[in-house]
């Protein structure tokens, strides 16, 4: 017997990290999906109409089923039921079919035809969502944005789906190995998402001198096709795996409406979902305006259309860069040679430093942008492995809270004093946002690991279904909630690159604020109770 399980392929390390690879990648490709509009909101305005508001609603229409009818509940259910396998490929399916429906109702195809007519006229008035004031459209709102907005809430119910699913999968493969590292693996990865839709939906969007914002949509598209492979791939691997183990597969244990009543009577429980969503509203909302905010804070100088900084290549140059900037950060952390650790590291300062210098020669708010992942693939290890070994939880929450204040205030007031000089204000827009995405390290490392700490194991399941249905919340009203507020604070700009963002992000340092003393309070009570969330998981 002990010969047989040798020879599973989850005992093959080799097998093992493919079917991670595998995973990760298909979620990496749904990052870049998730926020492939996000660096050409200007472009949105001036070839689809779309103002902050419209724009907005869009945004926050992609966790609108999960929230409003409870598709992460059913999400759970079909895991449980169908298992593994079947839900990795449905989601991968039900993300391909969104991601049509986006792409379409951004091209040129969608302009003059009769579904555009149809939707202006429609759609105008959703009886009881109006009335509760969370309707996914209002009137006015652009047809194009509406259908937008309809394929955006398909693609997020694929998008949570896989989310849970691949954490499924990881425990799976990992269970009693290098699950910890295996996770942060897939997340440092997935992360560089973010960077690469910042890179290439504006060089797609452009190509060839000519304006198309529908080609960057496509580019998603063909990505997200690549992702249904891989998780077919996958499938065929896991089914191979059950066949060699013999074991059924594995499958959480249904949501039960009994279990509410253990889960909301858990004060800590409360607190972790409370700090959940602050912690994710102020960040990823903010993702889909960064771009824009940086292109209204920062003074540009227009690059020569012969020049080096404005041709093609030079996109593919720096993202060459950017990888070698995330694989000496990750590989760091993993090198037991105290010499090979350094160099790796220096190799990954030197790319950053002149990742950072190419993004300044460009005058790109977006390739400005796109650091922000690079510093949380390397830290994110280090962090993780902190927590396992030493503990200190709540206590990298109330640090993550305050690094997220001091950022958000910074791009508030500080980088908007230095418009008019170009390099004071790179820099100072560079530092500030290596460091918000250094914040965002510490929630995965510390939250997510807290909440067995909080509830039973039979109901951890449930738990964290009833957290991503909290964290969904957050999400869908502060993409909406920011773009009405610019709209009210910008009454009379009609200039997309000349937008004041001041209220928006104190309204996100607001948010930090209240992580901030919910921080405080949780360590107060993880003490009085000892709930052991100081404690490291590992001892």
Not at 244 to 271: A, R, V, Y
Not at 372 to 383: E, K, M, Y
Not at 490 to 514: E, F, H, I, R, S
Request: glycine share 8%; aromatic share 14%; charged share 15%.
């Amino acid at each position: 017997m002990t010969e047989e399980i040798r020879k599973t392929l989850r005992d093959s390390a080799a097998m093992r990290w493919t079917a991670l690879l595998l995973l990760a990648l298909a979620m990496f490709c749904a990052y870049i999906f998730v926020d492939i509009l996000s660096p050409i909101k200007d472009l949105m305005l001036t070839q689809r109409g779309w103002d902050s508001t419209a724009f907005g609603t869009m945004q926050g229409s992609e966790t609108f089923l999960n929230v409003f009818v409870f598709f992460l509940i059913f999400a759970g259910i079909i895991l449980d039921k169908m298992g593994v396998r079947f839900t990795a490929v449905l989601s991968g399916a039900v993300m391909l079919f969104g991601a049509l429906i986006k792409y379409y109702a951004v091209s040129e195809s969608f302009i003059g035809s009769g579904m555009e007519a149809w939707f202006t006229a429609h759609l105008n008035y959703i009886p009881g969502f109006d009335e509760l004031g969370v309707s996914p459209f209002y009137e006015g709102m652009p047809a194009s944005a509406k259908v937008a907005a309809i394929g955006f809430m398909i693609f997020g119910c694929g998008t949570e789906m896989g989310g849970i699913t691949v954490s499924r999968g990881i425990v799976k493969w990992f269970k009693g190995r290098e699950m910890a590292l295996a996770m942060g693996s897939e997340m440092a990865l997935a992360r560089l998402g973010v960077a690469t839709c910042m890179i290439f939906s504006p060089f797609f969007a452009k190509l060839g001198g000519s304006i198309d914002v529908s080609r960057s949509v496509a580019f998603g598209v063909v990505l997200l096709c690549i992702a249904l492979i891989m998780i077919i791939v996958y499938f065929f691997m896991d089914k191979k795996l059950d066949s060699q183990t013999h074991e059924e597969e594995e499958k959480d244990d249904p949501f039960k409406i009994s279990d509410l009543g253990k889960i909301l009577s858990s004060q800590g429980f409360w607190l972790v979902s409370l700090l959940c969503v602050l912690y994710y509203s102020a960040i990823f909302p903010f993702q889909k305006y960064a771009v824009n905010m940086l292109q209204c804070n920062l003074t540009f100088t227009a690059v020569p259309e012969d020049s080096f900084w404005a041709s093609s290549s030079v996109t593919i140059v720096q993202y060459v860069i950017m990888i070698i900037v995330a694989a000496g950060a990750f590989a760091s952390n993993f090198q037991k040679d105290k010499v090979r650790r350094v160099l790796f590291t220096v190799a990954s300062v030197v790319a950053l430093v002149v990742y950072c210098y190419m993004g300044y020669m460009r005058q790109s708010a977006e390739s400005i942008f796109a650091v922000f992942p690079l510093l949380a693939v390397g830290i994110t290890p280090i962090l993780g492995n902190y927590v396992d070994h030493k503990g200190k939880a709540a206590t990298m929450l109330v640090l993550g809270s305050l690094l997220l204040i001091f950022c958000h205030l910074t791009f508030a007031f500080i980088l908007p004093q230095f418009k008019g000089s170009e390099l004071g204000g790179v820099v100072v827009a560079y530092v500030t946002i290596l460091v918000l995405g250094a914040s965002f390290s510490l929630v995965p490392a510390a939250l997510w690991p807290s909440v067995p700490k909080l509830v039973e194991p039979k109901i951890i399941g449930s738990a964290y279904a009833l957290i991503f249905w909290i964290q969904n919340i957050g999400l869908w009203l502060f993409p909406l909630l920011i773009g009405k507020v610019l709209d009210k604070t910008n009454p009379n700009v009609t200039d997309p690159t000349q937008l004041n963002y001041t209220w928006p992000l104190v309204m996100l340092a607001m948010l930090g604020v209240a992580a901030f003393f919910i921080g405080l309070y949780l360590k107060v009570i993880d003490k009085r109770k000892g709930i052991g969330l100081e404690e490291p998981n590992i001892k």
